[in-house]
């Protein structure tokens, strides 16, 4: 997977985000055949979000379950997200790319969070 999906920032660079649900959908629709341009690595076979039920029947060790997070604890990307920073409790600096990113996490305060003080 990671190397489809590096195959696929390579081949149309921009914001990681869409291009990994891109490939998340693509292995979705697979049901476990293959993976985008890489025949051998399968796809998923069944996806179950959050308690739903599964999209279709497989065994657990063929079925992606996951849960989204709660979009107002860890937003991604928001412009806005310094207001709300007593709330957060991750924050993905999405919807830019480089030295973008390191100027969302600096508005929430977050850059400098984990730097080593002299």
Known sequence: VILQL???LKKHPAADQPVW???FNDLMQ????KCGDFPTCGGLKCVKLC???SNCEAP????L?????????????WTDAAEHRDELI???ANWAAGLDKVGKLKKVQLWDMCQAKP
């Open 51 to 53: 308690g739903n039920t």
């Open 6 to 8: 590096d195959a696929r």
């Open 90 to 92: 991750t924050y993905h």
């Open 30 to 33: 697979s049901k476990g055949d």
């Open 65 to 77: 379950s996951y849960c989204a997070l709660d979009p107002w604890k860890h937003p991604t990307g």
């Open 60 to 63: 657990d060790s063929d079925t």
């Open 21 to 23: 649900w891109e490939l």
